[in-house]
């Protein structure tokens, strides 16, 4: 989705009195600091979990389920297997595959450990760089079984899997309950800003939000300096706001969690040179603050 800003925040600026260059010089939109997610996650595509194992111990080898994304990009951060271990407790390894051209898994898109111990229950595993998985598209959560499972096989709706692998994976198979729950980001990974058209007096750009939540609404701070403060406390951790906001936009995503603020600078050479400040703040259910944040955003004009 994309809006009109028709007073931007340099027309503020302008009128507070504040220095800038007028001397010629080509503008630039540049980053700093870096965005923040909510970390852990919340189920999305999930199949059985509610129904209990059946101690079905299996070969010892790799097993990959199949899971389909559905209408949504889906940013991964983890999955869980209700399972458990007949004796002993272990780390197990687990991965996200995507799909080869044969409907097989194909390359390790990330990969993780999974603790798991004698008690059945869901054992959650999550990756340290979120996976991106787009709408309508096969992928694989997969398990090395050589720590000889009670395997997440329950009652219920059947769901394909592959074993054996890799390189050569046997399968398709259909038949089992599989029990899975994919985690995904409380709704987004770590959102990013950035441009599209170069800041330029006379002329429009806009200021860009990719891999925000999809379909929600967002939030584009604009301020006069760069500030780095911790919101920690405001129950987002590891998010840092940058800019001291003098006001806000509202804007919403599309389905793929991208939204660009339309901005159109007005042909005053006073402006040119003169610094603003901005970031993107985008919903989230995995913080007690409900929002996470892009890194901020540098604009100067040029002519």
């Known amino acids: 989705m994309r809006t009109n800003l028709a007073v ?18 080509t503008g630039s939109f540049t980053t700093y600091g870096s965005g923040c997610s909510a970390g852990g996650g919340i189920g999305c595509l999930s199949s059985n979990i509610g129904s209990p194992i059946r101690n079905l111990t299996g070969s010892f080898a ?15 951060c983890g ?17 996200i ?11 390790i898109l990330g ?24 709408a309508n598209t096969d992928f694989f959560v997969a398990f090395d079984n050589r720590v000889a499972l009670n395997l997440p096989i329950g009652t219920g709706q ?6 054996n692998g890799p390189p050569t994976w046997s399968g398709p198979f259909t038949g089992n309950a599989w029990n899975y729950n994919v985690l995904c980001c409380g709704g987004s990974g770590v959102p990013a800003i950035g441009n599209n058209g170069v800041p330029t007096i006379g002329k429009s750009f806009s200021i860009d939000l990719t891999n925000g939540t999809a379909s929600a609404n967002c ?13 920690d406390p405001a129950g987002a951790p590891g998010c840092t706001l940058y800019t001291n906001p003098v006001f806000l936009l509202g ?19 006073l402006l040119v040179g003169f610094k603003v400040h901005c970031q993107y703040g985008v919903p989230t259910l995995g913080n007690a603050l409900g929002l996470i944040f892009t890194p901020g955003g540098e604009i100067v004009p040029g002519r």
């Open 62 to 76: 790799n097993f990959a389920i199949k899971v389909n994304s559905g209408s949504t990009l889906r940013v991964i």
């Open 97 to 107: 595959y995507d799909a080869a051209p044969s409907g097989g898994p194909g390359n």
């Open 251 to 269: 804007g919403q995503t599309n389905a793929s969690g991208f939204y660009a603020q339309s901005v159109t600078l007005p042909n005053d050479p």
């Open 8 to 25: 931007p925040a340099l027309l503020l600026a302008a009128a507070l009195g504040l220095q800038a260059q007028s001397a010629a010089q």
């Open 111 to 134: 990969s993780s450990t999974m603790p798991v111990n004698t008690t059945e229950q869901l054992y959650t595993a999550t990756f340290s760089v979120p996976i991106l998985i787009n």
């Open 219 to 231: 939030l584009l701070a604009v301020g006069l300096g760069r500030t780095g403060i911790a919101l």
């Open 79 to 95: 999955f869980e297997l209700r399972c458990s271990r007949p004796a002993g407790s272990t780390n197990m390894n687990v991965w």
């Open 158 to 163: 059947s769901e394909t899997h592959y074993w």
